[in-house]
């Protein structure tokens, strides 16, 4: 087997390739990120306390403007600075985590009901399926 042969092996997209049945992805709403969850938790616990920016910025010692921009999802902080702005919020990191993982689960039960309906479909999920030599036990496991 040739060098050229062994780097061209199959590629098994974890997505499925759009089909003709499938909504125009426009029509979907959009994978939520998780620092724009991370940022809205941040935020709206910020607001909620009827704290200023500056206040926060202050008391947990990240500048005022990377601080807005994580909450704005414009940047992906660190563990660190997260846990910073959570304990000037009176909140643990685990607090900030959980809530941004409620929020998404939410928002992903929607976005999975609104492709059901545009699908025809119940349930709105595609199979899970392995590949690999060796069947599930030794497979790659693949969910879309």
């Known amino acids: 087997m040739t060098i050229r042969a062994t780097n061209q092996a199959d590629v098994i997209p974890l997505r499925p390739l759009p089909t003709a049945a499938d909504p125009a992805p426009q029509d979907l709403p959009r994978e939520p990120l998780w620092r724009d969850l991370v940022g809205e938790v941040l935020r709206r616990e910020r607001r909620a306390q009827g704290r200023t920016l500056k206040d926060v910025s202050e008391a947990s010692r990240i500048s005022m403007a990377y601080l807005s921009e994580v909450e704005r999802g414009r940047k992906e902080a660190s563990s660190e600075v997260l846990a910073a702005a959570a304990q000037a919020l009176g909140l ?3 607090d900030v985590l ?9 928002l992903t039960a929607a976005r999975t009901r609104t492709r059901s309906r545009s699908l025809g479909t119940t349930g709105g999920h595609r199979p899970v399926r392995t590949t690999g030599p060796a069947g599930p036990m030794g497979g790659v496991l693949l969910a879309a």
């Not at 959980?98 to 939410?106: F, H, K, P, T």
């Open 98 to 106: 959980a809530l941004a993982g409620e929020r998404l689960v939410s």
């Open 92 to 94: 643990s990191l685990a």
